[in-house]
Structure formats: structure tokens, C-alpha cells
């Protein structure tokens, strides 16, 4: 069970597999910041919030 | 970021947020960026998973307050990112080839490797999909993959596991990995 404890953890004896593709598919991480300018802060976007959209809880 | 995920208190980071504090808002996108994406890239290309971050949180922070229970942000996050992946395929403006071109290109095989290897995840079944993409892409571990969807720690370890499962005999069988 030494990869999946690698799998789960990421800890202990690598899995080749696992780390294969971890090391493929690292380059579409997500890094990108959260674009503020487009952003309302959070109270004043309650408030000009009419129409609400469908998830609300 | 995933470093954090044991000693964040999400719940407070939610409330200081819907009080108006906009470096928690941050905090939690720093949190939940990388469960939204991996829930978008499942779907959709690279660019218009980049796009439905962006979106979701935006949805998100208009519609803050209205969360009643702090603790179940994840869920709820992920609610609103799906949506936005419906809206973007229901608008069938997607960018379809999005994925071809990976943020940082190494060499073209390895570039092949990499859409072959994406492609085959999308193509598991879904409750396989998205947690590979967690561990595999944003690089949480199985413990964080918990915590921010709010499923159980055994129901995450036991996709994690079948889902990587089906996916190395699937690459196997296309010869794009050498059986071990």
C-alpha cells in the first residue's frame, strides 16, 4: 500500500506512476491571483445584488 | 497555500469575509482556487477553467452573505463553479483547444504526454475526475481534498485510489505508459 499512502499523503516512497504524472500535469496548476479590480467589495456587492443568482446555500 | 490547511479556520475566514474583509476574501481564494479549478478543468479547457475561477469567485463574493453555514463554504463554492461551467457550456462559447497549450512547455513530447494524460482523466467517471485533478494538478493532498470539498476523508481516499487505479491500466492500455 506504499502508493497509496504516496497518493493520499504525499509522503513516504513515491510512487512511480503518481509522480510521473504529477510532474506532467504540474503545468496547468491554477496561478492565477483573483482579478480585485473586476471585484466589489463584499458588502457593497450585497447591497447592487438584485438579481440574485441560482445557488444561494 | 496547502501548507495552511491545518491551522485555517475556515468558518472565521468566512465570517471576517462577509463582514466586508477583504484579505480573508483573498485567504479563501488562496484556500479554494485550486479545488474550483480542478472541479472546471474536468469539463473544460485550460483557458475557460482559468475563466470559471475567476467567475465563480466573483458569484462568490456577491453572494457572500447570504451563506448561513460558514463551515460549508466548500461545497457551496463548488456549487457556484458548477453553474458557471453549465453556463459556459450552455453559451457553447468554449475554447475548445485551450488545453493544447500548458502554461509552461517543456519539451513536445512531454507536452503530448501531458494532454494525453488530462484527457484520459476527464474520460474516468466523474466522481473519479475531479479529486485526481486535486491531488494530480493542484498537488492537495487527500486530507485537503477533504476538508475543502466537505466529503468524507474515506470517500476521498477511496476515489483517489480507484480513480488512480483505472487511470494507470487506461494509459497502460494505450501504450502511452510501460507497465510496471
Avoid at chain 2, 29 to 53: E, F, K, N, Q, T
Wanted: proline share 5%; glycine share 6%.
Amino acid at each position: 500500500m506504499t502508493d497509496d499512502e504516496y497518493l493520499w499523503t504525499r509522503t513516504g516512497v513515491p510512487d512511480d506512476a503518481v509522480r510521473e504524472l504529477e510532474c506532467l500535469l504540474e503545468r496547468y496548476r491554477y496561478r492565477e491571483p483573483f482579478r480585485e479590480a473586476a471585484a466589489p467589495t463584499p458588502r457593497s456587492a450585497e447591497s447592487a445584488d438584485a438579481a440574485p443568482d441560482r445557488e444561494s446555500e | 497555500m496547502s501548507s495552511l490547511e491545518h491551522v485555517v479556520d475556515t468558518g472565521a475566514l468566512v465570517r471576517a469575509a462577509q463582514g466586508g474583509d477583504r484579505a480573508a476574501f483573498g485567504e479563501l481564494y488562496a484556500l479554494y482556487a485550486g479545488m474550483v479549478h480542478s472541479i472546471a478543468l474536468a469539463r473544460l479547457g485550460a483557458d475557460d477553467a482559468a475563466d470559471v475561477v475567476q467567475e465563480a469567485f466573483l458569484r462568490a463574493l456577491r453572494q457572500l452573505r447570504r451563506l448561513r453555514d460558514v463551515n460549508a463554504f466548500g461545497g457551496w463554492l463548488a456549487a457556484i463553479a458548477r453553474n458557471v461551467i453549465r453556463d459556459v457550456q450552455r453559451l457553447g462559447c468554449r475554447r475548445a483547444d485551450a488545453d493544447v497549450e500548458p502554461a509552461h512547455r517543456d519539451t513536445q513530447h512531454e507536452d503530448m504526454q501531458a494532454r494525453t494524460a488530462l484527457r484520459a482523466i476527464r474520460a474516468l467517471p466523474a466522481v473519479y475526475r475531479e479529486p485526481l485533478l486535486m491531488r494530480l494538478v493542484e498537488g492537495m493532498t487527500g486530507p485537503e481534498i477533504a476538508h475543502r470539498t466537505g466529503l468524507t476523508p474515506g470517500s476521498v481516499r477511496v476515489n483517489l485510489h480507484r480513480g488512480m487505479k483505472l487511470l494507470r491500466r487506461r494509459l497502460e492500455a494505450a501504450g502511452t505508459r510501460r507497465r510496471p
